[in-house]
C-alpha cells in the first residue's frame, strides 16, 4: 500500500541535534497517519511520536520539549527533529503509515519502514 524508506540517522554528542526522514511512495492519500518509533537493543518497541492528518500530534514523555514531528505534504515527507539528544536515546528509528485503529495515540500501523540508526555518544 505505502512505501516508507528513512535517512538522516548517524552519530551524534549528547546535548546535539539530529533531523531524520521518512519519504512515502504508493497510496499516499489514504495516509491517515504517520508515525516514529524507536526500539534499543533489549527493549520493545516504543511510539515516540505520531501526527494525523489534520496535523495533531502526539509524543512520548520521554521526548517532549525535545522532540518535534512533523511532514512536508508537498514532498510526501515526515520528519523528526531531534533536540538536546542524550544517550538513553540511542536506537533504532522506523517510521509508520496508516493507523489501523481510529484510536489517539494508534495502537499499530500498516506500513513500516526499514528503520535507521541513531546513535548519541556520552
Known amino acids: 500500500q505505502v512505501q516508507l524508506g528513512e535517512s538522516g540517522g548517524g552519530l551524534v554528542q549528547a546535548g546535539g541535534s539530529l533531523r531524520i526522514s521518512c519519504a512515502a511512495s504508493?497510496?499516499?492519500?489514504?495516509?491517515?497517519?504517520m508515525a516514529w518509533y524507536r526500539q534499543a537493543p533489549g527493549k520493545g518497541r516504543e511510539l515516540v511520536a505520531a501526527?494525523?492528518?489534520?496535523?495533531?500530534?502526539y509524543y512520548a514523555n520521554s521526548v517532549k520539549g525535545r522532540f518535534t514531528i512533523s511532514k512536508d505534504n508537498a514532498k510526501n515527507t515526515l520528519y523528526l527533529q531531534m533536540n538536546s539528544l542524550k544517550p538513553e536515546s540511542t536506537a533504532m528509528y522506523s517510521c509508520?503509515?496508516?493507523?489501523?485503529?481510529?484510536?489517539?495515540?494508534?495502537?499499530?500501523?500498516?506500513?513500516w519502514g526499514q528503520g535507521n540508526q541513531v546513535t548519541v555518544s556520552s
Open positions: 509508520a503509515a496508516n493507523a489501523r485503529k481510529f484510536r489517539w495515540p494508534p495502537p499499530d500501523f500498516r506500513s
Open positions: 504508493g497510496s499516499i492519500p489514504r495516509i491517515n497517519a
Open positions: 501526527i494525523s492528518s489534520q496535523g495533531s500530534t
